[in-house]
C-alpha cells in the first residue's frame, strides 16, 4: 500500500501466485497486468504477441495467471473458458511497462544483462521486487 500511494502510476504483476493474491493489488489501487480482465486489453496483449495467433486466447473476460520466465518467448494457453495462463519472458517486461512483480519465488535467479529483479519487501512469504531495466 505504501509503494502504490509513492509511486501510483506504477504497472505490477504477480508471478506464480494465482488465484486470489492476482487481484489482491488491485484492490490496493495498484494497476496491474494480471488479475481479472473484464474487457481484454488487445493493445497491451499486442506488445507482446502475434495478434492472430494468440486473440482467440486473450481476447475474454479473463483471470489471468502470469508465471515469469527467461528460458523461452512469451507465451500464452487457456486454462479454460475464463482463464489464461502467460509464461512471460522477463524481457517482456519492458514493453509492459512493469516496474513491480510480486512472487514467492526468487526471481534473482532469473536476472539477465537486460532485465534484473531486486527485493524491496517480504512479508507472509511474499516478495516485492523492484524490475530494472537496462
Known amino acids: 500500500e505504501k ?13 506464480a501466485t494465482g488465484y486470489p493474491m492476482d487481484n489482491y493489488f488491485i484492490m490496493l489501487g495498484a494497476p496491474t497486468v494480471d488479475s481479472v480482465n473484464i474487457y481484454p486489453d488487445m493493445k497491451k496483449w499486442m506488445r507482446i504477441s502475434d495478434l492472430k495467433e494468440n486473440q482467440d486466447i486473450y481476447n475474454r473476460y479473463a483471470h489471468i495467471t502470469v508465471d515469469l520466465t527467461s528460458d523461452h518467448p512469451s507465451a500464452f494457453a487457456l486454462a479454460q473458458q475464463d482463464v489464461f495462463h502467460l509464461s512471460l519472458n522477463t524481457s517482456d517486461l519492458k514493453k509492459l511497462n512493469v516496474k513491480y512483480v510480486v512472487s514467492t519465488r526468487d526471481l534473482t535467479v532469473l536476472n539477465t544483462d537486460t532485465t534484473a529483479f531486486r527485493e524491496i ?12 531495466i537496462a
Open 3 to 15: 509503494i502504490t500511494e509513492q509511486d501510483p502510476e506504477a504497472i505490477w504483476l504477480t508471478d
Open 121 to 132: 519487501s517480504e512479508a507472509l512469504g511474499y516478495r516485492i521486487y523492484l524490475v530494472l
